[in-house]
């Protein structure tokens, strides 16, 4: 148990994506422990509002193709939508398990969504199920699986806390924000790369009790259409505080009007015909301000590698070398230069190899490291 800004959470804080490496361990080890008879543990994935903890779980059965049923407890109003309701069979009482609950063999992921925003009675119904995988009048077929997710107790959240013997039968992970690993779930997802830049620049944003990452690809989404933010200001601020805190509004507008959601995109950078021209001053102009701008630069690093993997753009020479001069550009910052360098080395993206065949950039990756 850790406390953090008053909630209380359970298990290590991590990224969604370390979060996701969590859980399919642990959903692989038990469905080896089934083969042999032992016990299944569920997954309890803690978080905040909104960053994505249902996202991660959905995907996870989608990329294993696991069969997927997704309840939200904080709905039922009776443990009947629990175990079911009663019926006569054969001159005989007997339960009818609810419609929701799955018949076919798995694998399978049954995701019990904000667990501890359902009432106390809902709750214990819930335990008895995590220990045993049923109820009186049910049970998960062969392979089935349960994670759930939480919101901390603790702060301004409204939730059932739970007792000991309920937090013992099952393992736990938080999940925490991390915006670099959000830029590359939005770049994969389509999300306004304008959006992006703005997350990456000014990662605090995703904290606010409004603003979180669902609420600003709310936000980026009703915007996308849109071809000059500049120009439709007053929309713009209707739009976001529609959905976002007043802090993010006004981090937002200011972004819009220093020019800030112009920010050199990755195709202008690998496709420029006159590098210093069109990558170079531009770049310099947005980034040497009376403070040296080392989040924008960092916010155009990220887009770049991101981009370049996710794209599995295939370079041309002329490409490659203008991915070169980008990394030896001298106001570029040393430690960003590195980490850039280790990310193309890193990318599956076999052609973002031949970025190294330039012995300046190897001299510099090897007396970075």
């Known amino acids: 148990m850790a406390a953090s800004n008053g909630y209380v959470f359970y298990g290590v804080e991590s990224t969604s994506q370390e979060v996701r490496k969590f859980t399919e361990h642990i959903l692989r080890a038990n469905l080896a422990a089934e083969e042999k008879g032992h016990k299944k543990t569920p997954v309890c994935i803690w978080g ?26 904080a709905q039922f109003e009776e443990m009947g939508d629990l175990i079911g309701m009663p019926a006569i069979e054969n001159g005989k009482t007997v339960f009818r398990a609810p419609e ?4 076919q063999p798995g694998p399978g992921v049954l995701l019990i969504d904000d667990v501890n925003r359902a009432d106390d ?39 059932t806390p739970m007792d000991d013997a309920m937090l013992t039968r099952m393992m736990h992970i938080t ?53 000059s933010l500049s120009d439709e200001l007053p929309l713009i601020q209707m739009l976001a505080s529609s959905c976002l805190d007043e802090e993010t509004v006004t981090s937002f507008i200011s972004y819009v009007q220093q020019n800030l959601s112009e920010l050199i995109s990755p195709e202008e950078i690998y496709e420029a015909k006159d590098f210093a021209r069109q990558v170079y001053l531009p770049v310099k102009k947005c980034v040497d301000q009376d403070v040296f701008r080392v989040d924008i630069m960092a916010t155009i690093c990220t887009r770049l ?5 996710i794209q599995n753009i295939k370079l041309k ?20 230069r590195l980490s850039l360098l280790q990310d193309l080395v890193q990318s599956p993206n076999s052609t973002l190899k031949m970025v190294m065949a330039d012995p300046e950039v190897s001299r510099l990756l090897l007396k970075k490291m």
């Open 48 to 73: 905040t509002h909104g960053i994505g903890k249902t996202e991660v779980v959905q995907q996870i059965a989608k990329d294993n193709n696991y069969q997927f049923v997704y309840i939200a407890p």
């Open 305 to 309: 590698i991101n981009h370049l993997t």
């Open 121 to 159: 009675r809902i709750l214990r119904g819930i335990m008895q199920l995590l220990q045993n995988y049923e109820l009186v009048s049910w049970k998960l077929p062969y392979q089935w699986q349960i994670v759930l997710t939480a919101n901390p107790d603790g702060g301004n959240y409204s939730v």
């Open 175 to 227: 999940m925490k924000f991390d915006s670099k690993v959000w830029a590359f779930w939005a770049e994969k997802a389509g999300v306004d790369p304008r959006g992006i830049n703005f997350v990456l620049t000014y990662p605090e944003v995703a904290h606010g009790s409004r603003t979180t990452p669902r609420s600003l690809v709310q936000f980026f989404d009703s915007i996308s259409s849109i071809k």
């Open 317 to 336: 020479p002329e490409q490659v070398k203008n991915i070169q001069e980008f990394i030896k550009i001298d106001f570029l910052p040393n430690d960003l």
């Open 100 to 103: 929701w609950v799955p018949t």
